[in-house]
């Protein structure tokens, strides 16, 4: 009865090795809360208008004036009054002023609101694990959660981090890393941050790693893990099922290095103790885990 109740408690630790245990947070490149709930950057609604962007025009003395349209390629649009009007390379704000002051000599100081519906000059692409990547237009202020959603959602086999590419003010593409879990599971505000024209979303996938385990094991046979789990010999052991009541303490790897199969020794009771420090896996390991003769 002692080695059974043993053996149950040894189950229990090795669970909680598997599942209680939180991969380390990603590292951003940025510190949280500072560029990314603060960034002074242009968002979406001041960057620049551009050919193919679809904007909304408002006079609020006059609705007749109220107008939707695509700048052209020329970098022009059209209005009732005032005719053509150049808008390419000004901010909405910018072209508020310009519209205003063309509009002056019809209207007593228009009051004028242009509203950036859709950037089909500049994009934001998402790509790597989610449903449906590709491009997708602004839509007014559009944050990083909204980019992903409509990119039909993060798909299977993403990894743990997540990179937001986008040219900085020297001209140089600059990296932000975000904790897809901090983002999506803890909600962080921090982390949605506001996107701007040309921004590139990489949801890296995941790739799997295969770990081997024999021996005595409740399962043996091939476990499965993602790279960014960062799989340690309990976690593998726990998958597997935990030990047998037969198995010993000590467990032979067996591990490719340069080529050439080399075999390690461990005692993994010395591990649950925190006598020695759990081995980290590498794709491809095979585990074994030797019977007791006693």
């Known amino acids: 009865m002692k080695r059974v109740s043993s053996i149950a408690i040894i189950a229990i630790v090795l669970a909680s090795a598997a599942f209680g245990q939180s991969p380390a947070a990603a590292q951003s490149q940025v510190p949280p809360g500072s560029m990314l709930a603060n960034s002074a950057a242009p968002s979406a609604s001041d960057a620049p208008i551009g050919p193919r962007d679809f904007i909304e025009v408002k006079v609020f003395q006059d609705p007749n004036l109220y107008t939707k349209m695509t700048v052209t390629d020329d970098g022009r649009i059209t209005m009732p009054l005032i005719g053509k009007v150049d808008v390419s390379g000004l901010t909405p704000s910018e072209v508020e002023q310009r519209i205003k002051g063309l509009l002056e000599k019809y209207i007593n100081n228009p009051d004028v609101s242009v509203t950036v519906l859709e950037a089909g000059s500049k994009p934001i692409?998402?790509?790597?694990?989610?449903?449906h990547p590709g491009r997708i237009g602004i839509t007014g202020n559009i944050s990083l959660i909204q980019a992903i959603t409509q990119a039909g959602g993060l798909a299977t086999g993403y990894g743990r981090t997540l990179y937001v590419l986008r040219t900085a003010a020297n001209g140089l593409t600059e990296q932000i890393a975000i904790d897809i879990d901090d983002l999506m599971v803890n909600g962080n505000p921090d982390l949605n941050l506001p996107l701007r024209a040309n921004d590139v979303i990489n949801v890296p996938i995941d790739s799997s790693i295969n770990i081997y385990v024999l021996g005595e094991v409740m399962h043996p046979g091939n476990v499965q893990f993602r790279r960014s789990q960062t799989p340690t010999l309990l976690?593998?052991?726990?998958?597997?099922?935990?030990?047998?009541?037969?198995?010993?303490?000590?467990v032979i790897l067996k591990r490719v290095v340069a080529g050439a199969e080399k075999t390690f020794h461990y005692d993994f009771r010395k591990i649950i103790d925190g006598r020695q420090n759990d081995v980290v896996l590498l794709d491809g390991d095979r585990i074994v885990f030797a019977e007791s003769f006693f």
């Open 125 to 131: 692409s998402v790509i790597g694990a989610v449903m």
């Open 235 to 250: 976690q593998a052991l726990a998958a597997a099922g935990g030990p047998t009541d037969r198995a010993s303490k000590r």
